[in-house]
């Protein structure tokens, strides 16, 4: 079965430095993944995704992701964090299901603290 | 979150009542999800549809219900069964099944059932 893990439950950053987030993947065949923000009492926003093509994938924001497929990770990464970045961010992987449906499946999110 | 309105916001039951989410999209899209958030849990799939009429179950759908009228429409009734309603209710959609294609967030409902 297609899994992600985000081994952090919380990162803290200073502003102005760079960040990452870290996200890795289990899929038999290849992987489809994808990115997204929550903001407080919010619904999910779409940052980014890797389907095939160039392994650095630029998304909104100014954030960016690396898709490693020797170490199986697509870290998200910002070369300068703001404060208005702090909220919960999530990697998903799609998952084929039967009938021709697919879903995607969460990590269980990183929270992303960016202090002044 | 533009695109998928869901409503109330905030919505306060008492146990042993059903009740009934709503969510709307004006995207055109042909799929819909529901999903529950839980603190620590990331999301988990409830029901899923990719036309009118016809919806699937997804990693934890007992104790809810879905109907698919219309395109645009996919309500989640969440039943008396459901052993623990209390949590973050969000409903997304997407252009088709295609692979690629990412999935756009409602604003969501916190259901607090006491």
């Known amino acids: 079965a297609q899994s992600v893990a985000q081994p952090e439950d919380q990162v803290n950053v200073a502003e102005g430095n760079p960040l990452t987030v870290k996200c890795t993947y289990s899929?038999?065949?290849?992987?489809?993944l994808f990115w997204y923000v929550q903001y407080p009492n919010r619904g999910l926003q779409f940052l980014l995704k890797?389907?095939?093509?160039?392994?650095l994938v630029k998304g909104s924001y100014g954030f960016e992701a690396e898709f490693n497929k020797s170490q199986t990770s697509f870290h998200l990464k910002k070369p300068s964090a703001l404060v208005s970045d702090s909220a919960l961010y999530f990697c998903?992987?799609?998952?084929?299901?039967?009938?021709?449906?697919?879903?995607?499946?969460f990590g269980a999110g990183t929270r992303l603290a960016v202090h002044p | 979150d533009g695109g998928i309105t869901q409503s109330p916001k905030y919505l306060f039951r008492k146990e042993g009542q059903n009740v009934t989410l709503s969510c709307e999209q004006n995207?055109?899209?042909?799929?819909m999800y529901w999903y529950r958030q839980d603190p620590g849990q990331g999301l988990r799939l409830i029901y899923y549809?990719?036309?009118?009429?016809?919806?699937q179950k997804g990693d934890i759908a007992e104790g809810y219900s879905v109907s698919r009228e219309k395109k645009e429409s996919f309500p989640l009734t969440v039943t008396s069964a459901q052993k623990n309603p209390t949590a973050f209710y969000l409903c997304?959609?997407?252009?088709?099944?295609?692979?690629?294609?990412?999935?756009?967030f409602g604003p969501g409902t916190r259901l607090t059932v006491t």
């Open positions: 997304a959609s997407s252009p088709g099944q295609g692979i690629g294609y990412e999935q756009y």
């Open positions: 899929v038999s065949g290849n992987p489809y």
């Open positions: 890797y389907i095939t093509g160039d392994n």
């Open positions: 998903a992987v799609r998952d084929r299901i039967s009938g021709g449906y697919n879903k995607l499946i």
């Open positions: 995207l055109n899209h042909d799929a």
């Open positions: 549809s990719q036309i009118v009429n016809d919806f």
